[in-house]
């Protein structure tokens, strides 16, 4: 069965402190990888799409790579504003399945 | 000027009920989507519509029913609500299989 797996659950940091955030998967056929930044009381609002291997793409202090079974969120020197719970969703065929999310806290 | 709107933002109804949720997008998207997300934060899909075709449909209950009038519009009916169903529905659209955008939700309470 198709598996996301979003760790770890919760993640404190202070600011200007860098870290990773992982989403890790078991699908076949994986057409995109997709993150997500989701603040309290709102809808997702898109970050990434990763299509292969390989791929690494950029958005001020987030960096989002992938490999062929795990995808990574790079956070380089984050501000408080960063807080909120990052998803990781993949996409097969007509399938989209989503992690159950990584609720990221900066402290200034 | 909102890309994916919902109305109700907030529903409160007894059990037994009725009800529909209305979704609409203004981003020209050929598809559209209903999800669930849980007490936990979990976000599960329920549908997607592809040019008024359903092209997933989740094991979810049949008392919940999407209904597409046009490509812009995603509706969803639920009969007989149940205390279980109290959640925060969320619709999205996307071109084709690219990256989705979502609505802002409504918070279902089932007394």
């Known amino acids: 069965e198709d598996q996301v797996t979003q760790s770890p659950e919760a993640l404190r940091l202070q600011e200007g402190e860098s870290s990773s955030l992982n989403c890790s998967y078991t699908?076949?056929?994986?057409?995109?990888l997709f993150w997500y930044r989701q603040d309290p009381g709102k809808g997702p609002e898109f970050l990434f799409t990763l299509y292969s291997a390989g791929e690494e793409k950029e958005k001020e202090r987030l960096k989002a790579t992938l490999t062929k079974k795990e995808s990574f969120l790079h956070i380089t020197a984050p501000k408080p504003e960063d807080s909120a719970t990052y998803l990781c969703a993949v996409h097969n065929n007509n399938d989209m399945r989503f992690g159950a999310g990584t609720r990221l806290t900066v402290k200034p | 000027d909102t890309a994916v709107s919902q109305t109700p933002k907030y529903l409160v109804t007894q059990m037994g009920n009725d009800k529909s949720i209305k979704c609409e997008q203004n981003?020209?998207?050929?598809?559209m989507y209903w999800y669930k997300q849980d007490s936990k934060k979990f976000l599960k899909i329920m549908f997607s519509y592809n040019n008024k075709e359903l092209i997933i449909n989740e094991t979810v209950p049949n008392r919940f029913s999407p209904k597409s009038p046009d490509k812009a519009h995603l509706n969803l009916h639920i009969n007989s609500l149940e205390l279980g169903d109290s959640a925060v529905y969320f619709c999205a659209s996307s071109q084709g299989i690219n990256e989705q955008f979502f609505g802002p939700g409504t918070r279902l309470t089932v007394l």
């Open positions: 981003l020209g998207h050929d598809t």
């Open positions: 699908v076949s056929g994986l057409r995109g």
